[in-house]
Nanobody, 125 residues
Framework: QVQLVESGGGSVQAGGSLRLSCAAS????????LGWFRQAPGKEREGVAHIYTGTRSTYYADSVKGRFTISQDDAKNTVYLQMNSLKPEDTAMYYC??????????????????WGQGTQVTVSS
């Protein structure tokens, strides 16, 4: 049974930082695409950052480039999202997601088979 367990969300002031973690179990971690999505109330779920574990190639939404960094720890089957210079518009529920044996060429949410339960990030001005 595949499980993605997120942690690290919370409340911070604008300009602050948070690090989200996504631990994968029961999952073929290597050579797969994992990513972070977020969804604010009344808005569609959007991709934030993705990583292909085979080559460590990374992909970012324009809105977070230069502020967020996605990384992986192969020993722990864990993907991280370091979020710096947070803005109020980053406030959302953040979800970890994983594909099933595919790369990161297509990064829309429909292509991801496994999802975590979500962790809330709130940024106050």
């Amino acid at each position: 049974q595949v499980q993605l367990v997120e942690s690290g969300g919370g409340s911070v002031q604008a300009g602050g930082s948070l690090r989200l973690s996504c631990a994968a179990s029961g999952y073929t971690y290597s050579r797969n695409c994992l990513g972070w999505f977020r969804q604010a109330p009344g808005k569609e779920r959007e991709g934030v950052a993705h990583i292909y574990t085979g080559t460590r190639s990374t992909y970012y939404a324009d809105s977070v480039k230069g502020r967020f960094t996605i990384s992986q720890d192969d020993a722990k089957n864990t993907v991280y999202l370091q979020m710096n210079s947070l803005k109020p518009e980053d406030t959302a529920m953040y979800y970890c997601a994983a594909k099933d044996g595919a790369g990161c060429l297509f990064r829309g949410p429909d292509g991801f088979r496994y999802w975590g339960q979500g962790t809330q990030v709130t940024v106050s001005s």
